[in-house]
């Protein structure tokens, strides 16, 4: 069975910057596309950024420019490089598994497996 952990997360000054990572265990990785999400406190959980398993990517209007998603598929990793944090970046950031291939996934409903989620706190 496939999961999804988390890391990277942590507390960070205004424009500072985070690394998070997902480790993917089992043998379909390589052919999902995978997005990164993230819920602050009273709010919905809300889209950061997708990635094919092609490497093509899409960002929400307010991380692009600040955030880069990619992936190792050879380590069944994805990545989410979080530059020039804001304290609205706040929240329990996940990763996502999708449940079809395909470019812009951006509905929750599109992804089938989850991670716990990893804690980024943007404050001064």
């Known amino acids: 069975q496939v999961q999804l952990v988390e890391s990277g997360g942590g507390l960070v000054q205004p424009g500072g910057s985070l690394r998070l990572s997902c480790a993917a265990s089992?043998?379909?990785?390589?052919?999902?596309?995978m997005g990164w999400y993230r819920q602050a406190p009273g709010k919905q959980r809300e889209l950061v950024s997708t990635?094919?398993?092609?490497?093509?990517?899409n960002y929400a209007d307010s991380v692009k420019g600040r955030f880069t998603i990619s992936r190792d598929n050879a380590k069944s990793t994805v990545y989410l490089q979080m530059n020039s944090l804001q304290p609205d970046d706040t929240g329990l950031y996940y990763c996502?598994?999708?449940?079809?291939?395909?470019?812009?996934?951006?509905?929750?409903?599109?992804?089938?497996?989850w991670g716990q989620g990893t804690q980024v706190t943007v404050s001064s």
């Open positions: 996502a598994k999708a449940a079809e291939e395909g470019w812009g996934l951006s509905q929750i409903y599109e992804y089938d497996l």
């Open positions: 089992g043998s379909i990785f390589e052919d999902s596309a």
């Open positions: 990635i094919t398993s092609g490497g093509r990517t």
